[in-house]
T-cell receptor
Framework: AQSVAQPEDQVNVAEGNPLTVKCTYS??????LFWYVQYPNRGLQFLLK??????LVKGSYGFEAEFNKSQTSFHLKKPSALVSDSALYFC???????????FGTGTRLQVFP | DTGVSQDPRHKITKRGQNVTFRCDPI?????LYWYRQTLGQGPEFLTY????????KSRLLSDRFSAERPKGSFSTLEIQRTEQGDSAMYLC?????????????FGPGTRLLVL
């Protein structure tokens, strides 16, 4: 069965510092991996995805994520956090035999000025 | 704005009433998905369509739930005899025909509160 784990309910970081939001996954075969961000009372906004190829994926708003097959991880990173990055972040996985996304429980990122 | 739209954005209803939500996908997208998100959780898959064909339904989709996409464009999700446990955010997403790697783009959601 496919699953996604986001081990941290909340991540706190000071503005200007690097941030990491963790995600590990379980899926049969090679996965498609996604990161979405959700602002209050809004839908999910796509940030980036890993399909194949380069393990470092760059996305919107300066975010990037690193696919690590041996550790089955897909951590979201940003070199310098902004207060406006404060939101709820979801990691999602999709196996190659299905079209539905399986989401983690989300990590709330709080960036302090 | 050419993104996914959902209507209404908010719905308050009494237990036992029927509700219907609408989703308009991005115009060139032929895949449409419904998810449900409860407080403190990630979205959970409910069902999806390719054009007008409903290709997969989750076990979460009880017989009180029905989804349609009659002309392969907009979709409706109906909940009959609502229960308090149906209170959630209902999210719609669309994507181009999938080779698997296509991104699903989400609408703003419909927040349902069942009293």
């Amino acid at each position: 069965a496919q699953s996604v784990a986001q081990p941290e309910d909340q991540v706190n970081v000071a503005e200007g510092n690097p941030l990491t939001v963790k995600c590990t996954y379980s899926v049969s075969g090679n996965p498609y991996l996604f990161w979405y961000v959700q602002y209050p009372n809004r839908g999910l906004q796509f940030l980036l995805k890993y399909i194949t190829g380069d393990n470092l994926v760059k996305g919107s708003y300066g975010f990037e994520a690193e696919f690590n097959k041996s550790q089955t991880s897909f951590h979201l990173k940003k070199p310098s956090a902004l207060v406006s990055d404060s939101a709820l972040y979801f990691c999602a996985v999709r196996g190659r035999a299905t079209d539905k996304l399986i989401f983690g429980t989300g990590t709330r990122l709080q960036v302090f000025p | 704005d050419t993104g996914v739209s959902q209507d209404p954005r908010h719905k308050i209803t009494k237990r036992g009433q029927n509700v219907t939500f609408r989703c308009d996908p991005i115009s060139e997208h032929n895949r449409l998905y419904w998810y449900r998100q409860t407080l403190g959780q990630g979205p959970e898959f409910l069902t999806y369509f390719q054009n007008e064909a409903q290709l997969e339904k989750s076990r979460l989709l009880s017989d009180r739930f029905s989804a349609e996409r009659p002309k392969g464009s907009f979709s409706t999700l109906e909940i009959q005899r609502t229960e308090q446990g149906d209170s959630a955010m209902y999210l719609c997403a669309s994507s181009p025909q999938s080779g698997g790697q296509e991104t699903q783009y989400f609408g703003p959601g419909t927040r349902l509160l069942v009293l």
